[in-house]
Every structure is written in structure tokens, then in C-alpha cells.
């Protein structure tokens, strides 16, 4: 299996955690991508969907599955999302595509996150992927700075993207994170910062790997 092959082995797989007669919460991404067209072929039977982007939502409605605002839900049933990274504890970093501060709020309404991804994902200790923060335009610099100084690594400016939420992206480059917990924990409390990638504090519940021999399920 090639790496489309395996996200889609995943994507597919995930219906299995699909609730049927509720409201299903949708990542952001290529392997969200792949799941929103498997969710197609049992859109009847789920009450609609809560989207992590603006890219989700249309392509949701581009197979005339119902998407709904948060605010006017009463729960999510179980959210579904890809991954830049995941340790073996379900601890992620997310955000690659900038999605990540609405991907951490459904997340967050979600009563179990179930992430998929392939086996490239899977990582002994986070940070080789570039660890996106979603910060208030004004305070870039400001964010930076402390940043360097509370956790190192070398904060880079995503050149010429701005958020679903009207923000900018720093991805912070060179990082090995020990603990992301704690990490996750310094980069909140920075005054600017919106959200950071980290989803350790709140980690996944279950992740569905695609490996070269089929999906492997790490709870
Ligand atoms: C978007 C994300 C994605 O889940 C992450 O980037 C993985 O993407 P892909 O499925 O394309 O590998 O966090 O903000």
C-alpha cells in the first residue's frame, strides 16, 4: 500500500466508530478528506456534522452531507481527524494544514476523538514536524520572542496564510518535545497566542494507523 492507500484504508476503517443518528465531528486535511468521501456513503444515517474548516464544510456539502454550526448542536458524538504526529500515547501534533485552533475547539465538544492516519505519522517523541501556533497578527513578534525564550526552538512566520479564524500560523521548527503536556501548557499561557498543535492535554482516544499490513488500532 502506497500512503493515499493507507489513509484511505483508515478513512474507511473510521466508519466503524461513526454513531449513527448523531452528529459527527470532521477534521481538516487529506485523510479528512478521504473520510468525508467514505461518510458519504452512509450519509442517511447520521444527524449531520460539525466541520474543523471551511475546506471541510464544502466538501461536505459538496456531497449534500448536513453541516452544522457548533453553537447550534447539543454534542458530538465522536470526532474524526488526521495527524502531523503521533507518539504511541496518542499525544498529536495537528495543525499542518492551520486548522488546528478549530480542530481543538470540535475536538474539545467531542466525546471521543478517534484520529487517523498513516504509519508515517507515528513518532517516539513529537517535534520533528514543525509545531503550529495560531497567533493574534498583532502580537507576532511578541509570541515569537517569548516562545524562543520559555521552550526554544525557531519559531517561522507561514508565509502569506492566514486562519479560517483570520489569524497568522507560526511553525515552530528544531523542537524535541519531552513533554507535551507541559509544552502544551507554556504555549497557552503566552498573552497572543490563539491555540498551539499540541493535543496532549486533551490526547486522542483512539488512533487508526495504516500500516503496509492494514490498520492497526492503538487505544
Ligand atoms: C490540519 C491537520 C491535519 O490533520 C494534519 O495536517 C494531517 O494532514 P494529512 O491528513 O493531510 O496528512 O491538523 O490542520
Request: aromatic share 4%; charged share 25%; hydrophobic share 45%.
Amino acid at each position: 500500500m502506497n500512503q493515499d492507500e493507507m489513509k484511505q484504508a483508515v478513512a474507511k476503517a473510521a466508519i466503524e466508530y461513526v454513531v449513527p443518528g448523531t452528529i459527527i465531528g470532521v477534521g481538516t486535511g487529506s485523510t479528512a478528506n478521504f473520510f468525508i468521501d467514505e461518510l458519504a456513503s452512509i450519509k442517511g444515517k447520521i444527524e449531520g456534522t460539525v466541520a474543523s474548516s471551511v475546506a471541510s464544510a464544502e466538501r461536505l456539502k459538496g456531497h449534500g452531507i448536513p453541516v452544522f454550526d457548533l453553537n447550534a448542536v447539543d454534542g458530538i458524538s465522536v470526532y474524526i481527524d488526521g495527524a502531523d504526529e503521533s507518539t504511541k500515547h496518542l499525544h498529536l501534533v495537528k495543525g499542518g494544514g492551520g486548522a488546528l485552533t478549530r480542530e481543538k475547539i470540535v475536538a474539545a465538544a467531542s466525546e471521543k476523538f478517534v484520529c487517523i492516519a498513516d504509519e508515517s505519522k507515528l513518532v517516539d517523541r513529537l517535534g520533528k514536524f514543525p509545531l503550529p501556533v495560531e497567533v493574534i497578527p498583532m502580537a507576532r513578534s511578541l509570541v515569537a520572542r517569548e516562545i524562543i525564550k520559555k521552550i526554544g526552538g525557531e519559531p517561522v512566520l507561514r508565509e502569506g496564510f492566514t486562519t479560517d479564524n483570520g489569524n497568522i500560523i507560526l511553525d515552530i521548527h528544531n523542537l524535541d518535545i519531552m513533554d507535551p503536556v507541559k509544552t502544551e501548557e507554556i504555549l497557552n499561557d503566552i498573552t497572543g497566542v490563539v491555540t498551539n498543535g499540541l493535543f496532549a492535554m486533551k490526547p486522542a482516544n483512539t488512533l487508526l494507523l495504516g500500516c503496509q499490513d492494514g490498520v492497526k488500532v492503538i487505544e
